[in-house]
């Protein structure tokens, strides 16, 4: 089935470093990705929608110069954390859509997830 | 969407079927619930969906009331392996509808020995 991937699966920065997480559909070509913080004991938050081609829609709250998105091809989202912090430590989730799916059932397929500690 | 109610946390005996409620009474003629879960640092997995009839699939079943205030899923035999934050959600048809997901709090599943 559909396959969405996440790299690192972990990672470690210094504070005020910045650091990039990919997001990349594996069998299908998504337009709309998703971005989702997690902090510990807590729910999913979503940040923004990655859109191929266009500017990232953010949440309300979320700072775009912050968390920069740039989805270039239908098989890639990035999020870069700008000059991070202890307090940008946090598991970031992504998901993707498969419009090859032309059903209302599950078409959302999340990634495993990458777990970031600024220190 | 509309906004769902869920308890906080349940325990089940591995072996026995495990029911996890979930109160939407606000929902719309055209929203879908769906479940999802997470297990501990993983992405969440889909689990099953439906609009208003009652749905099996190899995982789990979905029992919506008929009013469509609220519905249960059910796992029929819980394995410890089953342990996991169980999530409802309730919104319109991911066809030509994007597919944000808002998440609530969820249902905290622990199956025991």
């Known amino acids: 089935g559909a396959v969405v991937s996440q790299h690192p699966s972990w990672v470690i920065c210094k504070s005020g470093t910045s650091v990039k997480i990919e997001c990349r559909s594996l069998?299908?070509?998504?337009?709309?990705m998703f971005w989702y913080r997690q902090f510990p004991k807590q729910s999913l938050m979503l940040m923004a929608t990655?859109?191929?081609?266009?500017?990232?829609?953010?949440e309300q709250g979320v700072e775009k110069d912050k968390f920069l998105i740039n989805h270039a091809s239908l098989t890639l989202s990035t999020l870069t954390v700008t000059s991070a912090h202890p307090e940008d430590s946090s598991f970031y989730i992504c998901?993707?859509?498969?419009?090859?799916?032309?059903?209302?059932?599950?078409?959302?397929?999340f990634g495993e997830g990458s777990w970031l500690t600024v220190v | 969407d509309a906004k769902t109610t869920q308890p906080p946390s349940m325990d089940c005996a591995e072996g026995r079927a495990a029911n996890l409620p979930c109160n939407h009474s606000?929902?719309?003629?055209?929203?879908?619930v769906y479940w999802y879960r997470q297990i501990h640092s993983q992405g969440p997995q889909y689990i099953i969906h439906g609009l208003k009839n009652n749905e099996t699939n190899e995982m789990a079943s979905l029992i919506i009331t008929e009013d469509r205030k609220s519905s249960t899923l059910i796992l029929p035999h819980a394995t410890l392996r089953d342990t996991a934050v169980y999530y409802c959600?309730?919104?319109?048809?991911?066809?030509?509808?994007?597919?944000?997901?808002?998440f609530g709090q969820g249902t905290e599943l622990s199956v025991k020995p």
């Open positions: 998901s993707a859509r498969d419009p090859g799916q032309l059903t209302s059932g599950n078409t959302i397929y």
């Open positions: 990655s859109n191929e081609g266009s500017k990232a829609t953010y």
């Open positions: 069998d299908f070509q998504a337009t709309t």
């Open positions: 606000t929902i719309s003629g055209n929203e879908y």
């Open positions: 959600i309730v919104r319109v048809s991911f066809y030509n509808q994007g597919g944000k997901l808002i």
